[in-house]
């Protein structure tokens, strides 16, 4: 089997400086995996039996840029045309604890390979696209399954994040009808306490990715029959979410709409200020049961539309009729009064009247004018 691509094109001359110098230089990972599997490369990451300053040196002597960002983890940036390729020694694990293991460097693409995640994830290919597949992932591209490498739990244990990504993983490239894998739910179900340990930068990350996906319920309700979920989003209730996905399929999947359907609290995501506010007038607008024009004001179109197919999901109901259109004229709808117009209040007053006639307006479907309002 083999993987073609332009993005294997544009690696050839690092790989080419690899082998020209007498080392293996294989493609590793997600460009692999997504090729086969039909999705888009992002990311290209290279391995290799060169040492990180023979690496370097290699690079100093052919003229491309070379970028010391792991050293002590076997990893140099090397720089051509514009894109930067990670090459990183085969590595074997000496000791692990918890996200940083002490690593001993190797010759061996087998040792590299067990140290790696899913077997999805541990594939190579040479420079002429030929795969090469130590520990059986291909079968599991095939049959799109999420299979830990070696034993689950160990490889839980050397970072508990690997609960967060089986999940997302699942959720990414996951067959939706297949189920998940038993042993590796067993072993998430198992290690969920480990989650504990983790900072909420790095389980945020985790699981905006994951929600983001096209369809993340049947992993996030998975998440839920493990433990995993109200770990992480105490309260959170997975029910809705698949309701939600049928329903939003004609827009960019959102982590953020979806988050604001499981509900829960958020401390051990870690959002943004953005994030936040937003998912508070979220919240406020679904207890609200506010129209979809007055929520298209009110919050802006993308919010208000969030809000809207969260609030069918959650009650089982079905969106207004013309409710995008509703959206969309509140959003663009502009209050024609400003404080000028009202020159004999001031203070308290002021506010108290322009709040008055701002509602008369919105209850007028916005229609009213300055001169209505005014009379």
């Known amino acids: 089997m083999q993987v073609a691509g332009a ?30 599997m039909g999705v888009p490369v992002t990311d290209v990451d290279i391995s290799t039996d060169a040492r990180p300053e023979q690496v370097m040196e290699l690079a100093e002597r052919d003229g491309m840029r070379a970028v010391p960002t792991g050293l002590p983890h076997g990893t140099v940036t090397l720089v051509h045309d514009g894109h930067g390729y990670e090459v990183t020694t085969f590595r074997r694990d000496v000791e692990t604890h918890g996200r940083h293991a002490t690593i001993a460097f190797s010759d061996n693409i087998a040792e590299d390979a067990a140290r790696r995640d899913f077997t999805i994830n541990a594939l190579y290919a040479r420079a002429d696209g030929t795969v090469i597949d130590p520990l059986g992932g291909r079968p599991d591209i095939a049959a799109r399954r999420v299979r830990f490498v070696g034993d689950a739990r160990a490889r839980i244990a050397e970072d508990y994040l690997r609960i967060l990504r089986f999940f997302r993983f699942h959720a990414q490239y996951g067959d939706p009808f ?37 369809d ?23 029910e809705a979410l698949a309701r939600l996905v049928h329903l939003d399929r004609a827009f960019a999947p959102e982590a953020l709409r979806r988050l604001l359907t499981l509900g829960g609290e958020t401390a051990r995501l870690r959002l943004t200020r953005r994030e936040a506010e937003a998912l508070a007038k979220g919240r406020a607008a679904l207890a609200a049961m506010t129209g979809p024009a007055e929520l298209g004001y009110r919050l802006g179109a993308e919010l208000a539309r969030d809000v809207l197919l969260s609030r069918a999901a959650l009650l089982e109901t079905p969106l207004p009729e013309g409710w995008q259109q509703a959206v969309q004229w509140g959003a663009e709808a502009q209050f024609p009064l400003r404080a000028r117009d009202l020159p004999h209040l001031d203070g308290p007053a002021l506010g108290q009247a322009l709040k008055a006639l701002e509602e008369r307006w919105v209850a007028s479907d916005f229609r009213l004018s300055r001169d209505e309002l005014l009379a």
């Open 178 to 214: 297949g189920g998940v894998d038993a042993e590796a739910l067993a072993a998430c179900a198992e290690s969920a306490h480990g989650l504990d340990t983790l900072s909420a930068e790095r389980i945020g990350g985790e699981m905006r990715r994951l929600l983001a996906a096209p």
């Open 7 to 36: 993005w294997l094109d544009q690696a050839q001359p690092v790989l080419r400086l690899l082998n020209e110098g007498g080392y293996q230089a294989l493609v590793v990972g997600g460009c692999v995996r997504n090729t086969l």
């Open 216 to 238: 993340p319920a049947p992993a996030v309700a998975a998440m839920a029959q493990t433990g995993v979920l109200p770990r992480i989003l105490p309260g959170a209730d997975a």
